[in-house]
């Protein structure tokens, strides 16, 4: 079915009638609807799967949340709310956009509060020997966007502040189990099996309601005050990350639900929605567990290295898609070896740092060039190039074996954060920089606030801030 | 004034009409006014500026053709429509359009004899010692896309494809003497000083003409059979810029006109079109003239090569800005310094490689180590790294010479590839991938041939090549 919406004036009669219609029940959509029904507006969820959940709710369950949270004081990593943004600033660039993320440090303590009510719990430990992927049983706070590491622990004070939602893992279904709970609770009615296809418009552009298919029959859905588009990102659709992203091409994996379409983005570039940087993508590389492997250096095709070991690995991951054509191996030496934490061992082990290069196929001298390098400095405590730290800066010493983490071959697991161009309080910008009236939108259904760049739980963390306005936006209530 | 489409019944009457209304009169619009007229529309094109021309006519005057063009026999280059499909498919990835660069491949002899028959004139000479960049006078042929270079040199058999509009320099303005005076030959009327502001919709959706601003007055243009959108991309638009390539914002400079402000696209989009890689640009860096400049080594921030320094300089552009982050550095021996092409001189000037690394600020020991590798390999006739070929593979021997290539110090040209999604006769597709009936649009408005990637010629001649094809969709003949 198309996604030109549909001329109120050709909807005869309403299936179904509610003040507030939200698409999609992952994380922006549980939060949106909420505030819509605690605001006292009539809301409607409409969510194509058969439960709640979304990819939220296969997510490790980071909440990107800081400015001296409780948590952040007990582990003793103090926080501002500037040294949060001057970070953010800096990893979600270039070009970040500064109006979402000053909003979104600003609210942080209060939404640490408004999701604190809705049952989600925080813990203050940093367990530093854990493996840095997947939050273990008892860790409460993680380093998730390079924090502690260069530029970043130049730039601004490091403070963690992946807040890993407590309980059963993964973390992100006990969060969408307490924000459906809690939307629910608060009067929220949700439509299950139902597929947003357009949206409908007044005769003046207003957006008027949703014409959707539920269990495959076509219903007309009103929305007296507002739709908010909370439908998630593009990674499912092919055509459109052919379209938009063509990075990601290379990937064998793909991370997100089969709902993650794009239809709510086209749904409303139909009604004359704009659009921003389609082409951004966060893409996770889980190539540093067990934590000794950061011992390695990462090189890319021609033996060069690219990124230090030791920040974020969905920097890493990004840098490898978007700039190293996903070419990229891990060089790590016996002392350090393990197989990685997806138990998949190294793929070439060799006696001399030639040898591998030669397996591996670099450049004859590349490898062995960049190793002299690194180890000539790495023995004085320096890396001049990355300036990765101790105490993972360490020469490497042969035997050694490499892991091949190329695109086609390893675990990416990319997803997109273009989307929709918002506003902070949801509204959705059209064609002119103008908000088109009754028309919401938050979560990887918009260009969020990671824009460009990436930190583990800034998805979850703007898809319930924004959401949450959004959703008051909606009810015709100022956030 | 918005963009969006003004609805036909709210138009009482139209001050202009005919059967294709051309919006911009460039070398896209140029071609299809003239195929539209040719073909006996009425035809009317509607010119922001005060003259034809568009950025084309400042442009240097190269026209990607080959498959065996009569210029490239005389000049001793065999040339075929599979080797350019293949050289093309491998530089305008990753994912290119398949079917733009067959159609352009199989129609570009033809298109040639077109280009011809309006007037336009090439030669089949090839300088080997002219300075590379722009042509020179008796200049008829260029490799401009670095066919002769690592990988494509080994991908297809190296042919030069930028054929030079001879005459006058610019060759851009001859270009589009010849066919501003083949379109208005052919009838098509121009207005000038017409700037389109929106499209006019009929109920059924189809476009039906336009609403422009006329020496400040609006005015309503009907278009019987279609309108042809061919008004340059978004250069020159900093909103549009940020939000969809972020990677220019550090560019001193930008390569259009001040038409290049993204309405075209916009006005479609108001329609419903889809766009498509909106994030891709060319920018050209021209460090590579004189040739002698080409013997010495580009490197990073880091002191890393990255680029084989013999390939054409818009791919070093390219490279530079989107993944180096516009941080460039030309080392240069004794032996092959000159002021650059452009009258700058060597930035810092040292008597060995470590002082140099110090001046410019790179990471101690980097440079050296870059130099010492290179060297030793260069010694042998090798480029392990990036296959940079002889006569400009030699050592460096100091003392050396750098020029300083960062984006906020150099001439940068960017200029943006993304716009609107169309089919190769010119049809703009919706948000569902089917044709807007009415509107068709060619040029830099469109994603075309370099939907990524580029090479010097291709937007002239996919300009005027897919500009032809818009024109005679949009006047209802098959093409």
């Not at 070419?327 to 793929?347: F, Q």
């Not at 990887?444 to 963390?461: E, F, I, M, P």
């Amino acid at each position: 079915m198309t996604v030109a919406p549909r001329r109120a004036a050709d909807v005869p009669t309403w299936d179904e009638q509610a003040d507030v219609v939200v698409v999609g029940f992952g994380a922006a959509g549980a939060a949106a609807a909420f505030e819509a029904a605690s605001s006292g507006a009539e809301t409607l969820v409409l969510e194509r799967a058969g439960a709640a959940g979304g990819a939220a709710a296969m997510s490790d369950g980071f909440v990107y949340l800081g400015g001296g949270t409780p948590e952040q004081r007990e582990a003793g990593f103090p926080d501002s709310v500037d040294n949060m943004k001057t970070f953010l600033k800096a990893a979600c660039g270039p070009a970040p956009d500064h109006a979402k993320i000053d909003l979104y440090c600003e609210r942080s303590l209060e939404h640490r509060e408004w999701l604190l009510a809705r049952g989600v719990r925080f813990l203050g430990t940093v367990l530093p020997d854990a493996n840095g992927t997947s939050p273990v049983d008892g860790e409460g706070l993680m380093f998730t966007g390079g924090e502690n590491a260069y530029p970043f622990d130049e730039i601004a004070a490091p403070a963690p502040r992946g807040h890993v939602v407590q309980g059963d893992r993964p973390g992100g279904a006990r969060l969408m189990d307490a924000l459906t709970a809690a939307a629910l609770d608060a009067g929220a009615r949700a439509s299950f099996d139902t597929v947003a296809e357009a949206l409908v418009t007044d005769d003046d552009g207003r957006v008027a309601g949703v014409v959707a298919a539920r269990y495959g029959e076509e219903i007309t859905v009103r929305a007296r005050t507002g739709v908010v588009l909370t439908a998630g990102g593009f990674i499912s659709n092919p055509d459109m990350v052919e379209q938009y992203a063509p990075a990601v091409h290379v990937t064998a994996l793909r991370l997100g639900t089969e709902g993650d379409d794009g239809r709510g983005i086209r749904m409303a570039e139909a009604v004359g929605a704009r659009i921003k940087r389609m082409d951004a993508i966060e893409c996770a590389l889980p190539f540093n567990a067990p934590r000794s492997l950061v011992h390695g250096i990462l090189v890319n095709r021609l033996g060069q290295r690219f990124v230090n070991e030791d920040t974020y690995m969905g920097r890493v991951g990004q840098t490898a898609l978007v700039h190293q054509g996903g070419h990229a191996y891990l060089i790590v030496d016996e002392a350090h070896y393990a197989p990685n934490w997806l138990n998949v061992p190294a793929t070439w082990v060799c006696e001399t740092a030639a040898e591998l290069e030669s397996e591996i196929g670099l450049p004859p001298g590349s490898l062995t060039t960049t190793l002299d390098y690194f180890n000539a400095h790495a023995a004085d405590g320096n890396d001049p190039l990355f300036h990765k730290r101790a105490p993972v800066l360490t020469p490497l010493t042969p035997p050694l074996a490499a892991f091949d983490l190329r695109a086609d071959k390893f675990f990416y697991a990319p997803f997109t954060l273009g989307g929709l161009h918002t506003q902070p309080d949801g509204a959705v910008l059209d064609l002119d920089g103008e908000p088109i009236p009754g028309l919401f939108a938050a979560g990887r259904t918009t260009s969020g606030v990671a824009a460009q760049g990436y930190c583990s739980g800034l998805s979850l963390g703007d898809s319930t801030l924004f959401g949450r306005l959004a959703g008051l936006s909606a009810a015709g209530v100022k956030a």
